[in-house]
Structures are given as C-alpha cells and as structure tokens.
Nanobody, 122 residues
Framework: QVQLVESGGGLVQAGGSLRLSCAAS????????MGWFRQAPGKEREFVAA????????SYADSVKGRFTISRNNAKNTVYLQMTSLKPEDAAVYYC???????????????WGQGTQVTVSS
C-alpha cells in the first residue's frame, strides 16, 4: 500500500516556474513507477510525465516536453515535477500516481494523491 501527498502548487505568472513534490509513504515506493497527471475543469485527466522505479526511464506528454522535468529521490520517497515556462493552458489540478510499471494511461495506476492546484495567470 502506498499513500501519496502532493504539494507545491500555487499561483504563478505565465513564463514562471513551479516545482511540485509528491511524498509517498510505504517501504515499497522505490519499486513503483510514478506518474504526474493533470485535470482542468471540464476536461479529462491527462498524462503529463512518468518515471520508472529507478529513474532511468522517463516519458513526457508532447505539450510539456522541454518545459517540465520529472525526477525522483527514492531515499526521500519523493517524486518531483519541475515546471518551467508555464502557460495558462498548464493550469489544472496536478495529481501524482503510482503503479508497478511506467505507463501513460491514468486508469492503469493503482495509487493516487489528492491533487494540488496550479494556476497560471496570463
């Protein structure tokens, strides 16, 4: 069992940066692939980025490639999403999620955090 808690969301101007964190409880965190997803009002939850259990493999949505970076620190049971050059269309609730293997599909993930709001002003 893994419990996930996101933090780091907030209000930022377009072009600015934020770093989201997702803290995990449970001894098995290091064996899980982790993903970041987002959901804007009236829209489906969409894939943002994912990282393998070792950090050796990552995947990004085309819309965030070159602007967002996912990373993890297994010693701290934490996964991060560094977001730069933020755009108004990046505004959403951001969720972290965990499963045994890296995937870009939300409904394949077993564990979810409660989400953190990111607002980008133009």
């Amino acid at each position: 069992q893994v419990q996930l808690v996101e933090s780091g969301g907030g209000l930022v101007q377009a072009g600015g940066s934020l770093r989201l964190s997702c803290a995990a409880s449970g001894r098995t965190f290091s064996s899980y692939a982790m993903g970041w997803f987002r959901q804007a009002p009236g829209k489906e939850r969409e894939f943002v980025a994912a990282i393998s259990w070792s950090g050796g493999s990552t995947s990004y949505a085309d819309s965030v490639k070159g602007r967002f970076t996912i990373s993890r620190n297994n010693a701290k049971n934490t996964v991060y999403l560094q977001m730069t050059s933020l755009k108004p269309e990046d505004a959403a609730v951001y969720y972290c999620a965990g499963r045994y293997a890296l995937s870009t599909t939300p409904n394949r993930y077993d564990y979810w955090g409660q989400g953190t709001q990111v607002t980008v002003s133009s």
